[in-house]
């Protein structure tokens, strides 16, 4: 192995497909950039505790100051004094984009393709395929998932089998659905979907590689591996190389991301700029920052996705401080809920502000997690809701909308349809302004409810996403326990930021003595606070239903394994007396281990350590080296 870089277990040798010369060359290469995305980290959390420490809320950058790693003073960004990017013709189009991983967890590469499968003959205008939230970690998922988009993109005879098989399933599916098949001829349906790949994000270390004995980015990893492996085929076949960069606070971390992207494009010998880029806004301090953003990524940038449950999260987490600020419940939270309303608002006026060449970006909608599965009440409820939504953002500006499983996509394709416009780029929208106001518009609260009922949600579903996991499921369809068994609602399809703003919610309800706006059946009456006793009280409750529920709703193989250690994980969390950044550090860390003696051991190093100075523990605690 060139350098200092090291594989994990032989898996060089396990998956030569993805380990290639080619790659390691690569990385060996963007190996130096590995201390800068650690700095830029190490600067995240010192701010947010800083404004902790000092009761600092988050403002606007000083206008007259430079955009760190770049030569663009910040009111030029603001102006759209600089370049950004034309829109490729195969991004021009994305009324529905898909999401999910390429991959199974413990499946054989004929079972776990079927992912790809299912995603590229769905009918989604784009596809976003997950290295992140919704991607399992378990023993090597991430390699599997690179496999599979090798093998698919490379239209391995393998993966046609697959599809050819797929095909048919999901016709039989829509003839009983909608009375109709949804495809006609599979091999071209192949070629509809524009592949998008979304790399974890800066704050993360890879399971697999290491750098210099310590903890190495699983950013650079992952975009390395996709597009070291797929480019080549992705532009013989006319294709733009695109990403989603997920997690981004700040344009200092845009403008490493653009250095990292650069640095791999100068590798392979492509144009400056022929990577393409979404972001994701899913970061309170990215929305003071937007325009920023934009420029740091320059002719590489196409747009925006807004999101909800990360964005919640770290809107949570910024306001730990504030005992004032205390959210309702989970569901009360919509985009339409006042500060989320200011978010989705800043996000389509920077999208449409131009360029120097009078150029605009495109705004991608958030998440429809329904799953057309239940009861015949249920789905057609469900459905409508998903309509609704998806109309709601299409009046708004959105040019599409993201989608969190196949079935969805025939169901809200047709908003976008019915409008039969591409996008709504240059849509006329207020400028951007940057006042006191603006500011407190973006962490403003409104009446809602707040409830046991809430809490009970909360806690079951951040229980259930943890074992879900732990089990390689980091994208699970769930929903809470008291609803186990009634088809009248519907499962939702869940990701890693479902469980971060669950647990971030109840450390604010906790440590912040939230009240209660209703009266609850066991005793607790409108204006009581949510005590220790109380989420104990719920904790055992909730975890017991999970424990004698049937094999479908909780893997009957996870009781006594994974679920202890997530019951375990939940408590620390929400009992802290310091708010820990990332619920998913203590899920990686217990990774492949399911020995609970062992998840307390290592629950508490993380803690401890964090508690004391701030340090993040991110590395593979079980990283072997390769034999020699």
């Known amino acids: ?299 590489r940038f196409v747009g925006f996705n807004t999101g909800r449950w990360d964005y919640i999260n770290s809107v949570s987490d910024a306001m730990t401080w504030d005992r004032e600020f205390v959210n309702p419940n989970i569901d009360a939270i919509v985009m339409t809920y006042s500060y989320m309303r200011s978010y989705e608002d800043r996000v389509r006026r920077a999208v449409n502000t131009p360029d120097r060449l009078g150029r605009y970006a495109l705004w991608q909608g958030g998440m429809e997690p329904n799953i057309p599965v239940g009861s015949d009440a249920g789905v057609t409820n469900g459905m409508t809701r998903a309509k609704s939504g998806a109309e709601r953002e299409q009046r708004e500006g959105a040019s599409g909308k993201w989608v969190a499983h196949w079935k969805m996509v025939h169901i809200v394709r047709p908003v976008w349809e019915e409008i039969g416009e591409e996008n709504q780029l240059g849509r006329s929208f207020p400028p951007l302004t940057y006042t006191q106001a603006d500011a407190d518009s973006l962490i403003q609260l409104e009446a809602a409810p707040r409830t046991v009922r809430g809490a009970r949600d909360l806690l079951s579903v951040a229980l259930q996403y943890g074992n879900a996991f732990g089990q390689g499921l980091q994208a699970a369809a769930l929903k809470p326990a008291d609803f186990f068994g009634n088809d009248d609602v519907l499962y939702l399809m869940e990701d890693m930021a479902t469980g971060e703003i669950r647990l971030s919610i109840l450390w604010e309800w906790l440590h912040k003595g939230a009240r209660f706006t209703a009266d609850d059946q066991i005793g607790v009456m409108t204006g009581d606070r949510f005590t220790r006793e109380l989420f104990l009280r719920l904790l055992v409750e909730e975890y017991a239903k999970l424990r004698t529920a049937s094999n479908r709703d909780v893997h009957d193989v996870s009781k006594n394994t994974t679920l202890p250690i997530a019951r375990e994980i939940v408590e620390t969390y929400v009992t802290s007396d310091v708010k820990l950044p990332w619920y998913i550090d203590l899920l990686n860390i217990n990774l492949d281990n399911h020995d609970l003696s062992e998840a307390r051991r290592r629950i508490g190093r993380l803690t401890e350590a964090f508690r004391k100075d701030g340090t993040r523990v991110t590395e593979n605690l079980d990283f072997a080296p390769a034999a020699t």
């Not at 070629?191 to 190495?216: E, P, Q, S």
């Not at 695109?242 to 492509?270: F, R």
């Not at 400056?272 to 979404?278: E, L, M, P, W």
């Open 1 to 299: 192995m060139p350098g200092t870089l090291e594989i994990r277990a032989n898996l060089e040798g396990a998956y030569p497909d993805v380990f290639t010369k080619e790659v390691l060359a690569a990385l060996d290469a963007l190996a130096p950039l590995n201390a800068d995305r650690k700095e830029v980290m190490a600067a995240r959390i010192a701010r947010r505790a800083a404004r902790a420490r000092n009761n600092e809320r988050i403002t606007f950058l000083p206008p007259d100051a430079y955009i760190p790693r770049t030569r663009i003073k910040v009111q030029d960004a603001r102006d759209g004094k600089f370049v950004g990017s034309d829109i490729p013709a195969d991004l021009r189009r994305q009324w529905i984009q898909g999401t999910g991983p390429a991959a199974k967890p413990h499946a054989a590469t004929e079972a776990s393709i079927r992912n790809v499968a299912y995603a590229l003959l769905s009918g989604a205008d784009g596809w976003m395929f997950d290295g992140e939230d919704a991607l399992g970690q378990v023993s090597t998922m991430s390699l599997d998932n690179q496999r599979n988009l090798k093998l698919a993109i490379g239209r391995d005879r393998i993966f046609l089998k697959v599809a050819e098989q797929v095909a048919a399933e999901m016709n039989r599916w829509a003839q009983g659905f909608f009375g109709r098949t949804i495809i006609d001829d599979w091999t071209r349906q192949l070629d509809f979907t524009t592949k998008i790949f979304r790399a974890r994000g800066l704050h993360l270390d890879d399971r697999h590689v290491r750098y210099a004995g310590a903890g190495f980015s699983a950013s650079i990893v992952d975009t390395t591996l996709f597009i070291v492996n797929n480019h080549r085929q992705l532009r013989d076949a006319g294709a733009s190389l695109v990403l989603y960069l997920p997690k981004i606070q700040t344009a200092e971390e845009a403008a490493l991301w653009n250095d990292i992207l650069s640095a791999i494009e100068q590798h392979l010998g492509l144009f400056v700029g022929a990577i393409k880029v979404y972001v994701l806004v899913e970061q309170i301090e990215a929305c003071f920052q937007l325009m920023e953003i934009r420029a740091a990524l320059g002719i």
